[in-house]
């Protein structure tokens, strides 16, 4: 897939353009551009207010940063999407640095990611002709020593125009943000809750996707303020302690003495 700015300027040069042909390339690019600020502005507004009653995604602290593009789709690139995706991920992850056992995990981090990707945009470039498609989407990982959330944001336009489907068929715009999440938010199970579509994605067997989970726990809980930790660990405890109690009350009760049950002597 080639960038959709150089492509429409391919277009544009090609002999016998037609003044149809100008205008709707003219109309793709500032299309693509207007959805690209709508995603940046969408993201910003998701990401802040994540965590919050309105918005029960997985809070962050800081985003990280920020990927943009823009392409151009034909048939015969079908075959390319996922590598394309897997290098972009890779490049923009930046996960490729440590052990080789952190290189390890982040190769099957990648290739996860890939999967999902995949098929989320075969799905979308499947889409009938006309039709505009958005996916949004995010991923909570664990990006070697820390737990990062990814969003990603897909545009998609099935091309009409004569003149133009031999080079452009989709029309795509990618929003992607790389953030870190705040685990002095949420519990482990929450963010297990958030990482087992990754995990599935990876396709691991059952003795090494515990790995992962105990490694996850692992960084998990390096990263959490000891404060937080134990007044949660507190705070657990506590409601572990009163929901015992309360089922041993209930298991004490005779079902006799329910309210509106007359209890025979």
Do not use: C
Not at 62 to 81: F, M, P
Not at 173 to 197: G, M, P, W
């Amino acid at each position: 897939m080639g960038t959709l700015r150089d492509t429409i300027k391919t277009v544009d040069s090609t002999p016998g353009k037609t003044e149809e042909m100008t205008l709707a390339l003219n109309l793709l690019s500032e299309l693509a551009t207007q959805k690209a600020i709508q995603f940046k502005t969408d993201l910003t507004e998701s990401l802040r207010t994540a965590g919050s009653p309105e918005n029960r995604t997985i809070p962050i602290t800081e985003i990280i940063s920020w990927r943009s593009e823009s392409r151009a789709y034909v048939e015969d690139n079908s075959g390319k999407l996922s590598d394309e995706i897997k290098g972009s991920l890779t490049d923009f992850l930046g996960v490729f640095t440590g052990d080789s056992e952190i290189k390890d995990k982040a190769t099957k981090v990648v290739d996860g990611m890939t999967r999902l990707l995949t098929t989320a945009l075969e799905a979308l470039l499947g889409s009938a002709s006309g039709r505009e498609e958005t996916r949004s989407m995010y991923y909570v990982i664990v990006d070697g020593l820390a737990i990062t959330r990814i969003d990603i944001s897909v545009w998609s336009r099935k091309i009409e125009a004569k003149g133009i489907t031999e080079y452009i068929q989709n029309a795509m715009v990618f929003q992607a943000v790389k953030s870190s999440v705040d685990v002095n938010k949420i519990s482990f199970n929450t963010f297990l809750q958030a990482y087992k579509a990754q995990l599935a994605g990876m396709k691991l067997p059952e003795e090494e996707l515990m790995t992962y989970i105990k490694s996850a726990k692992e960084v998990f809980n390096i990263l959490r303020d000891d404060s937080v930790s134990s007044s949660q660990s507190t705070q657990d405890l506590a409601q572990y302690k009163s929901r015992q109690l309360i089922q041993s009350a209930q298991e004490s009760i005779s079902p006799l003495w329910l309210p509106g049950v007359i209890r025979k002597l």
